[in-house]
């Protein structure tokens, strides 16, 4: 087929369905989202293909293995923080096993462009016991992918694809594969899938007697490699996925530099580690993300009569992404030569709230409010709306995890905080925040709870969000909040004094109160605009 | 052969538009690419930069080596200066003048330009005017583009093709003004480059 110009999330989209893909699923996130929006589009095209947005990545997750249970070939994709949220699902599923190929593509974000943390999926796969892919690059996404769904059936596991956002949101040209067709719907073994403990001690058995294949199978397979120099046997480099890259970017021709080892796959090749461990003096280890390797590379007594170097030793950063100076230097390469210029320090240029945000307003009319109240804090949640911890506003304490505002509030105000104020958008609400606000208005907690509802998750480029609109409100309503504290607000700079009233009656009723600031994206109307 | 380019600009500047044409035309000259960009939170009228990378052999990083870069184009003054260490000591800088102020802390535009009058070979464009002159202040993405096109190694009439490809689907008005912003791009970068 045509080669074409593919983000690295997409090439993993097109993998899965010319690997014969029925269905796929995900909750939108910074760098996954783009998994899910071409598959999307290939849907509207072509039909056929079930394609869409999940209420969050545990759901997403479970769908998914629905879909395998069926005996289809399914793909779930998320960030790696939605993997957290899927943590329940996604152990388990190493259990019941698959029985339709079940891709686990996971997208990390080390350096945390857009994240709260640089966690390493890696080691989720090695905790649930599965195969895992780290492509390199566009075309070893695309041809990784593929190979997950084979493997998936032939293992009778999922298998997990970790990207890391230089690929995910790197462009580059991909050759792609002939299609396969569907598989048959056929129901899975339904004594392997349903993990009482007399058939999951039985599972567990089996899965633990797969490692062995697995490692085998890493060690066979093609997308690791090993170039050995027979002159030069001081120093040897192993290198996984995008970090591979980086070498060679600096070791252009390989015939001549440090012996190297590409790693793609997991668990490690063995054999392959060792052959290169026994043949130098020296290793470095060169990884995205955590340590990983080379923490199972030293174990807890390292390697004896070798040196191994990497992040531990501080060969290379521990924390933020890698680079090809980072990497260069690591290598012992001076830098390259680099044009002469005055020092300048520009300003930086932080992300901020769009002109005419409907989040500003609302800030505005909260920040107005709680000038009053020196002890008063606002629990914040992950959107567009964090922004709001910078100057101008610096309206919102706290960002922690999807749905966490209103845990914490309820927690924050059983501890005494007084206003206990918690901000969530209407997507994010959805995903995690149905649940907190169940149980704090069980508990008639003195907490007020503002839903900053535009219609859309717009951080991620506005996806569709499940609890907007009428249906927000009857949600609310529905979990128990008495309707009289049920307050909707329209967030513009002509209802501020307007807003501020509201908050401040509803910050004093002494109970649940909740707040939904309703006005649409201005981004997202710009663009049904523009579209007609 | 190769060409290593830093793209600079604010979020929502159109950064990603120009990639997406130079991108394009390289894939239909049979060239190698490799293009790593910026999505999500730093959209938000972040600062924002694209590493693109063309060759005729392999590449291997997605990102710019600090060193390698022989171009740096930059829809927005103050961007420029973020990225001048990526640059090759021979290599050139294809800045807009129109600064885009959107930080209280913004410095004097004045200091901006002269700063980057002494990074090298450079050329500044008034892009917020030639933007106006082809009918939309949006297109000032697109003057760049054509400022740069003489010095890019895929050809001019596959950038074209590209720019019509890119902005057919939001009408005809819109499209021509992206090719005239584009040509008045291309003039002032040529006289420009005549007067030195």
């Known amino acids: 087929m045509e080669k074409e110009i593919l983000l690295g999330d997409e090439a993993v989209a097109l993998a899965a369905i010319h690997a014969g893909l029925t269905a796929a699923y995900s909750y939108p996130g910074t760098p996954a989202t783009e998994i899910m929006e071409y598959l999307i589009k290939v849907a509207a095209k072509t039909g056929g293909l079930k394609a869409s947005w999940s209420v969050n990545e545990k759901v997403a997750y479970e769908e998914a293995l629905g879909v395998s249970f069926a005996g289809k070939r399914v793909l779930v994709s998320m960030k790696h923080v939605g993997l957290n949220v899927a943590a329940d699902p996604f152990m388990n599923s190493a259990l019941t096993g698959t029985n339709g190929g079940l891709a686990v593509v996971v997208a990390d974000d080390p350096s945390m462009h857009s994240s709260q943390n640089e966690q390493d999926s890696r080691y989720y796969a090695q905790f649930a016991l599965i195969f895992c892919f780290e492509p390199s690059d566009h075309q070893e996404a695309y041809d990784m992918t593929r190979c997950a769904f084979d493997l998936s059936e032939e293992l009778g596991i999922p298998v997990m694809v970790r990207l890391v ?368 | 052969m190769k060409q290593d380019i830093i793209l600079a600009g604010v979020g929502g500047q159109g950064i990603l538009s120009i990639a997406f044409v130079i991108d394009s035309a390289a894939l239909k000259e049979g060239l190698m690419v490799k293009q790593a960009e910026v999505h999500g939170m730093s959209q938000r009228g972040g600062a924002v930069q694209s590493h693109l990378r063309l060759s005729e052999e392999r590449i291997f990083s997605d990102l710019i080596p600090k060193g390698e870069a022989d171009l740096i184009l930059s829809v927005e003054p103050l961007e420029t200066l973020r990225y001048l260490d990526y640059l090759r000591p021979e290599g050139a800088l294809i800045s807009s003048r129109s600064p885009f102020v959107n930080i209280p802390d913004y410095p004097d535009p004045e200091k901006i330009l002269s700063a980057i009058s002494q990074a090298g070979r450079h050329l500044l464009i008034d892009s917020e005017e030639l933007a106006r002159q082809a009918g939309s202040s949006r297109t000032q993405n697109m003057v760049m583009l054509g400022a740069a096109s003489g010095l890019l190694m895929v050809k001019k009439e596959n950038l074209v093709e590209f720019i019509e490809i890119l902005f057919k689907p939001r009408g005809e008005n819109i499209v021509l003004a992206n090719l005239k912003a584009f040509e008045l791009g291309r003039k002032a970068a040529g006289l420009l480059a005549g007067k030195k």
């Open chain 1, 165 to 532: 956002t230089r690929l995910s949101h790197s462009r580059s040209s991909v050759e792609p594969g002939a299609a396969r067709k569907e598989n048959e719907l056929h129901h899975g073994a339904g004594q392997d899938w349903t993990l009482l403990p007399v058939n999951a001690r039985r599972r567990f058995k089996i899965l633990l007697e797969k490692q062995a294949e697995l490692v085998r199978l890493s060690e066979e397979s093609g997308f690791n490699s090993l170039v050995l120099n027979e002159d030069d046997r001081s120093v040897g480099v192993i290198a996984s996925g995008i970090a591979y890259n980086y070498v060679r970017e600096n070791l252009r021709d390989i015939r001549r530099g440090p012996s190297l080892l590409k790693i793609g796959t997991y668990p490690l090749p063995q054999k392959l580690v060792e052959t290169l461990v026994r043949h130098v003096d020296t290793v470095l280890v060169v990884e995205e993300g955590y340590p990983f390797i080379e923490k199972n590379l030293r174990g807890t007594f390292g390697l004896p009569g070798k040196i191994l170097n990497g992040k531990l030793t501080g060969h290379l950063p521990l924390q933020g992404e890698l680079s090809p100076e980072i990497v260069r230097a690591a290598l012992g390469l001076k830098p390259l030569e680099r044009l002469k210029v005055a020092e300048f320090e520009p300003a930086a240029r932080p992300p901020q709230l769009c002109q005419g945000c409907p989040h500003a307003d609302t800030f505005h009319a909260l920040n107005r409010v709680l000038q009053d109240y020196p002890g008063a804090n606002v629990f914040s949640d992950i959107g567009c709306y964090t922004l709001g911890a910078f100057p101008p506003y610096r309206a919102v304490q706290t960002c922690v995890c999807m749905g966490a505002s209103v845990s914490m509030a309820k927690g924050g105000a059983e501890a005494g905080i007084f206003p206990s104020v918690a901000v969530i958008g209407d997507s994010t609400f959805g995903h995690s925040g149905l649940t907190p606000l169940l149980e704090a208005a069980a508990a008639k907690t003195n907490m007020t709870v503002i839903i900053l509802d535009n219609s859309t998750v717009a951080m991620t480029g506005g996806q569709p969000s499940y609890a907007s609109g009428e249906s927000l409100l009857r949600m609310i309503e529905g979990l128990g909040v008495p309707k009289e504290h049920i307050r909707v607000i329209e967030p513009l700079p002509k209802n501020l004094e307007k807003n501020a009233r509201v908050i401040q009656e509803e910050i004093d009723h002494n109970g649940i109160s909740v707040i939904v600031a309703v006005r649409e994206c201005l981004v997202e109307a710009r663009k049904k605009r523009r579209s007609g």
